[in-house]
Structures are given as C-alpha cells and as structure tokens.
C-alpha cells in the first residue's frame, strides 16, 4: 500500500492510496493556505474510511516540485516524517537521484524550488527572499 502527497498548490491538498501502482482512493481537498492544519487529518480520514492501518503502509510518495515555498514544504516534510516514524521508504514524485539522500537505514526526500522564497519587504519595496536549497 502507498500513500501519494500533494501539497503543491497553496489551495488544496491531494491525497491517495495505490495498491500495485493502481489508485485505491484519491482525495482534492480545499485547503487555502492550511494544508499544515489539515494534511494529517486528512489522510488519517483517508485511511479509516478504507479501514486501513497506518502500519499497513509500504511506502510514500510525495510531490517535491512546483508550487510555493511552504505549500510544497509542508507536504515533503509531511512525508519524510510518516515515512521515518514507520520505517518505510519515501520517494520523489518526479524520482531523481539528487531528490533523495540516503542515511544509514533511512532516506529522505528533498523538495526542488524553483525559485526563493518571498519572506517579506524591504523598506525600499524589494523582496526579501532566503533559499536554504535552491
């Protein structure tokens, strides 16, 4: 069973169960800017309506480009969390190897941004971006 994340728009969050690469169950969710609030409810609704296990989980699949800087944020450390806490694999939606970074018995995957993100203004009116990984 794999769980797939979406949290790339800043209005909705889309969640989904596959069994052998085929959709079980997908879920679009409105979630204007409170993906953070309302991710994990989310898929644990998901799961009891399928009377699903978490620790039936084999592996997750988050969507880690496009989209805003805290949208996208949300859903891969979402993912890497769920995925570390049940000893699971964890894999990039658009899978290349830099996307992933193995350690001694886990791996995590990091979120591409396509560009730097608007952390507020300047007093002369220019953005203030930070950019841990661009």
């Not at 039936?56 to 805290?70: E, M, Y």
């Not at 658009?94 to 193995?102: Q, V």
Request: aromatic share 4%; glycine share 6%; hydrophobic share 40%.
């Amino acid at each position: 069973m794999t769980l797939y994340i979406n949290t790339t728009s800043p209005d909705e969050i889309i969640i989904a169960l596959q069994v052998k690469g085929e959709k079980l169950v997908q879920r679009r969710l409105p979630a204007r800017r409170t993906q953070a609030e309302k991710l994990l409810p989310a898929i644990d609704r998901l799961l009891k309506t399928k009377r699903i296990a978490l620790r039936s989980l084999k592996k997750i699949v988050v969507a880690n480009q496009g989209g805003s800087f805290t949208s996208l944020r949300i859903g891969v450390i979402t993912a890497n969390a769920l995925a570390y806490a049940l000893k699971i694999p964890v894999e990039a939606e658009s899978a290349t190897t830099r996307n992933i970074k193995k350690f001694q018995s886990y791996s995590l995957v990091e979120p591409l941004y396509d560009r730097a993100p608007t952390i507020g203004t300047s007093k002369k009116g220019e953005i203030i971006g930070l950019c841990i990984s661009c």
